[in-house]
């Protein structure tokens, strides 16, 4: 018998409240199933389970906050036979009606109901993201009469769209953004208060990565155009291949580095507030295959759909703020992580090239790296490796 725990979802997070489960005893889940949805100050996250087998039994209720590490189910593999313990609360019945005030209310005094299942006419589940079910408990709103979105799924506005003009102010989100803001400042405390930061800069010549893009661009349809923040971030990963000292993670006083390298991008969240969820296997990803993750990954974080294994395991982060005309960043890194990758926006300067003086377009990247685990020799080496990288983009 297995037990699935609350997991950490980084290195800020203490514990997190149950917001509502997604299986229920009896059902058959496989690794990578979203069997529950957990609250921290990121916001509402899907948590997917890393075992097969069959739920025997769900250990805490929706509304509850628990540490991390907490057993929140067990889990039997499927030839594993049923315990005995689950058939005793058929006898439980009789203590309530002895004793009604005692057991069953007292936790929803406390907490925040079940969220309900929203069901279809055949009791399928409506496709519906973590933030517009709560949002559609909170105010009383049937699922059942709210127009998905293009992509069938069920966004939050979608849910706040469908309220009638005469209740604006039904209710309003538990989610405080001044928490998640309070979160980042106390992981960035810890973080310059523990990691000797030390900083590096590059300017890269882009004209080869932007005739490159324009070239690979110029038959394709809008959807499947790719970015030039996609040769970034697949520049860093296969960099932090080369130079595993900046891939991994610092824990218990000692250097732990990665066996892949998942790059963790800095997305600002609608509302206010930041995260660096992952994606996984960066270095092994093609253009094309990078930019459909990160395209589906930027849309579900802007609208607070975060699954668990994105915000648990980055190895790296890059941050680009290029698109708010920043043209040098220096950032702070994220503890475990050791260093953090920073692009500013592409600019056309004077540039030398075969003994003249062109406008080239360039762009600027830093690095800020611990020095527990690098130093500055290293860490030039690591941004020249980026440079070459962007200067070839074809090899990407």
């Not at 475990?336 to 003086?357: L, M, S």
């Amino acid at each position: 018998m297995a037990e699935f725990l609350m997991p950490s979802l980084g290195a800020d997070m203490d514990a997190g409240t149950l917001v509502e489960w997604l299986v229920k005893p009896g059902d058959v889940v496989k690794r990578g199933d979203i069997v529950a949805v957990v609250e921290t100050q990121k916001g509402a996250i899907e948590i997917e389970i890393f075992d097969a087998g069959v739920v025997e039994q769900l250990l805490v209720q929706p509304g509850a906050t628990v540490p991390v590490g907490t057993p929140l189910a067990l889990l039997r593999s499927e030839g594993e036979a049923v315990l005995v313990e689950p058939a005793a609360p058929a006898a439980e019945p009789a203590v309530p009606a002895a004793e009604p005030p005692t057991a069953a209310p007292a936790p929803v005094a406390v907490a925040p109901a079940p969220l309900p299942t929203p069901a279809g006419p055949a009791g399928e589940r409506f496709k519906a993201s973590p933030a517009a079910r709560r949002r559609a408990g909170e105010l009383g709103v049937d699922l059942a009469v709210v127009a998905a979105g293009p992509d069938g799924i069920i966004e939050l506005a979608d849910v706040e769209a469908a309220l009638p003009e005469t209740t604006p102010q039904a209710a309003k989100p538990r989610f405080d953004f001044a928490e998640m803001r309070a979160a980042i400042a106390a992981a960035m405390s810890r973080s310059k208060g523990e990691i000797p930061h030390y900083y590096l800069s590059d300017t890269v010549d882009m004209a080869a990565a932007e005739g490159w893009v324009a070239r690979v661009n110029a038959d394709r349809p809008p959807d499947r155009r790719l970015l030039t923040g996609v040769l970034f971030v697949k520049a860093v990963a296969r960099a932090a291949r080369a130079y595993p000292e900046f891939n991994g993670l610092f824990v218990d006083g000692a250097f732990q580095p990665a066996p892949a390298v998942h790059v963790g991008l800095a997305i600002a969240l609608r509302g206010g507030g930041l995260a660096a969820p992952a994606i996984h296997d960066t270095a092994d990803l093609d253009l094309d295959a990078l930019m459909a993750r990160t395209r589906d990954l930027v849309a579900r974080v802007r609208e607070g759909r975060f699954r668990s294994s994105e915000i648990a395991d980055p190895t790296i982060t890059v941050s680009s703020m290029g698109d708010r005309g920043v043209e040098t960043l220096f950032g702070v890194i994220y503890p475990p992580q050791v260093a953090i990758v920073g692009f500013g926006k592409v600019v056309r300067r004077p540039w030398i090239v075969d003994g003249g003086v062109t406008p080239r377009p360039v762009v600027t990247v830093t690095l800020a790296a611990d020095h527990r685990v690098s130093d500055g020799h290293r860490g030039g080496l690591f941004l020249a490796e980026i440079g070459r990288l962007l200067q070839t983009p074809e090899a990407l």
